[in-house]
């Protein structure tokens, strides 16, 4: 059985489970939310289509969302996209990987030495103050125009919410948490295994779904400026000879991948809070 790390040195016994009334509530909720989603896009969707029919919008320009669904037909039969998602899901996977894990790192030693916290924080609050935008000319003298010049950016897209998460989690950690172990003598490093980590899970995970659409963004931007592929660079060649479907094609299902990437993460975020206890979230 899962324990909570008060659990660790007092040997508490863990919280009762929620009452059948307030699981049933909570059932409720998530169906009705679902249910009103789905009709949420049902209606963005059906206006958008009744617009083009009456000629509000210019089908030069928008497209319609019957036009998208064939342009997606075309394009996945034809197979012109997949080569395109190859290259950003790359460049997305390598750039979120190692951008995530540097800011867990950075993040838990920062969040853990003061003196470390106040020796970075002006450097690391300039750089993220600073638009990575701006460093894209830079990034091609230093690395190229080629995949890793691409994920230069999704890094540097990811590295900060993490880190900046991550810090809050470990300064976070519950004084309580820390008393009982302080109480037991238990050594720092033990202490922050077993204490400080599982306690800022939480934010580490939400760090995590702030990274995922920080990443996406900078997947595209990336490949506007630095691609002759990808996503990103499909969605310019097809604005440039005015397909708005096929571009419209293109970002839907860039934003369906982040939606799916979003509630994984916020999935797995509920199920790890309700294990250890750390999340009272519904």
């Known amino acids: 059985m899962a324990t909570t790390p008060v659990e660790v040195f007092e040997g508490e016994a ?5 009452g059948g009334s307030s699981r049933r509530a909570r059932k409720r909720r998530a169906r009705r939310r679902t249910i009103l989603g789905f009709a949420g896009i049902v209606a963005f969707f059906v206006g958008w289509q009744v617009l083009y029919e009456l000629g509000t919008l210019d089908p030069l320009f928008f497209g319609s969302p019957a036009g998208v669904f064939k342009a997606y037909n075309r394009l996945l039969i034809e197979g012109d996209l997949w080569s ?6 790359k460049e997305f996977t390598y750039g ?4 995530s ?3 867990i790192v950075l993040g838990v030693l920062i969040g853990w030495m003061e003196w470390l916290d106040d020796l970075t924080e002006p450097v690391l609050a300039a750089f993220y103050a600073t638009p990575y935008v701006a460093f894209l000319p830079l990034i091609i003298i230093w690395v190229g125009i080629g995949l890793w010049s691409r994920t230069v950016i999704v ?3 990811t590295f900060f919410p993490m880190l900046i998460n991550t810090v809050a989690g470990v ?4 004084p309580e948490y820390l008393r009982v172990a302080d109480a037991f003598v238990v050594g ?3 202490v922050l295994g077993k204490v400080v980590l599982p306690s800022s899970v939480p934010y580490m995970l939400a760090g995590l779904r702030q990274s995922i659409g920080r990443a996406l963004v900078a997947v595209i931007v990336a490949e506007f400026y630095l691609a002759n592929d990808g996503i990103g660079f499909f969605i310019t060649q097809a604005t440039n000879a005015y397909e708005p479907d096929d571009a419209f094609a293109a970002i839907l299902l860039t934003s369906v991948v982040g939606i799916v990437l979003v509630r994984g993460v916020g999935v797995f975020e509920r199920r790890v809070g309700r294990k250890w206890g750390l999340s009272q979230k519904t």
């Open 14 to 18: 863990p919280a009762a489970p929620l």
């Open 84 to 89: 395109d998602l190859e290259v950003s899901g």
């Open 96 to 99: 979120f990987a190692i951008g």
């Open 101 to 103: 894990a540097l800011g």
């Open 155 to 157: 890094i540097w897209a």
């Open 171 to 174: 300064k976070n950690t519950p």
């Open 188 to 190: 720092r490093l033990r």
